[in-house]
């Protein structure tokens, strides 16, 4: 599945549509990374913000080795969606494409649940 | 500073070779993540990270949960350059210093499957204006003060060097927040060259 093409470039979007996936890869970035660190110290994975991003009928196979992999391919498919200097192909990573053009109220909502003080 | 040159890079490595460098890309990113994962138990710190960039001037940023995560983001950035068979741009100094743990972990292994020539022209090819693996090697040795002060300043490791050649989105979303300022989504949050690159490279 290719993420950018010769004609279709990060560029082409419109200023409120870049804003909203800047927001989304800001704001999903950050939440899965807090799963991750949730998960390490015991969290279920049913409480992640991850688990609103994937298949529910799958939840007893999401473990913490999985999120932290998960969490790679959102950043891959981040950094590839962004890439000006190549077309690529998204390899396993649809789902983590997926998470960036889900919901963004909800992705909003999650992260904004755990602002730093003084952060966004 | 690139990866490689236009007559040189990691793409004329053996399989083996290759294999090396996406396995000690995957060791690496997994060591910043545990370190990521683990920063309640170490009380907000990040001693992986710490013990892995120069300590002169890291200082008191081992416990910056942002650099932590931006240097991860930086760190996939750079597994997925070192994956692509062209010759492809470090865009900072974060990248170079996350391009370095990778090729230390695989040097090893390339040592015993890449001619020696072939290693050194692809350790010259990472080039910069200012500092390159030789350099940068300097600073976690006896005289790292003195090769300190031609570092750019901390605040600016993460920044682009070129335009051109964007950071991880992430990073380059964060920068305001790392610098102590408001979050600013629109394309002036962005590296200035995101938003324009795409029209330079279909031109």
């Excluded at chain 1, 939440?31 to 007893?60: C, K, M, N, W």
């Excluded at chain 2, 545990?34 to 081992?62: I, K, Q, R, Y």
Aim: include cysteine; hydrophobic fraction near 45%.
């Amino acid at each position: 599945m290719p993420i950018n093409s010769p004609r279709y470039r990060w560029s082409e979007l419109d200023g409120e549509q870049r804003a909203e996936l800047n927001q989304q890869i800001v704001d999903l970035t950050e939440a899965f990374l807090d799963d991750i660190t949730h998960l390490q110290a015991g969290q279920s994975f049913a409480e992640t913000t991850l688990v609103d991003y994937l298949p529910r009928q799958f939840l007893p196979y999401y473990n913490l080795a999985f999120a932290k992999r998960f969490l790679l391919a959102f950043l891959t498919v981040t950094w590839k969606l962004t890439d000006p200097e190549a077309v690529h192909n998204c390899a396993n990573q649809g789902r983590g494409a997926g998470a960036v053009r889900a919901d963004p109220g909800h992705a909003r909502r999650a992260a904004g649940q755990r602002r730093r003080p003084g952060g966004f | 500073m690139t990866i490689g040159t236009g007559s040189v890079s990691t793409a004329d490595f053996s399989l083996v070779g290759r294999t090396a460098l996406a396995e000690a890309c995957s060791i690496v990113t997994h060591r910043c993540l545990e370190d990521l994962a683990h920063v309640s138990a170490h009380m907000g710190e990040h001693p992986w990270l710490a013990s892995v960039l120069p300590s002169l001037v890291l200082g008191a940023n081992t416990a910056d949960e942002l650099m932590a995560r931006r240097f991860l983001a930086s760190l996939v950035a750079v597994g997925q350059k070192l994956m692509d068979p062209l010759p492809r741009h470090l865009a900072s100094l974060a990248e170079l210093f996350a391009f370095r743990l990778i090729w230390r972990e695989a040097l090893p292994r390339l040592a015993a499957s890449e001619p020696e020539a072939r290693l050194a022209a692809v350790s010259r090819g990472i080039t910069a204006e200012r500092v390159d693996l030789d350099r940068l090697q300097l600073l976690f040795g006896p005289d790292a003060e003195r090769w300190a002060a031609d570092l750019l300043p901390f605040e600016e490791w993460f920044e682009a060097d070129d335009e051109r050649y964007p950071v991880h989105p992430y990073v380059a979303l964060t920068e305001y927040l790392a610098r102590g300022g408001a979050f600013d989504v629109d394309d002036g949050g962005l590296d200035p060259g995101l938003a324009d690159a795409g029209d330079e490279a279909d031109a």
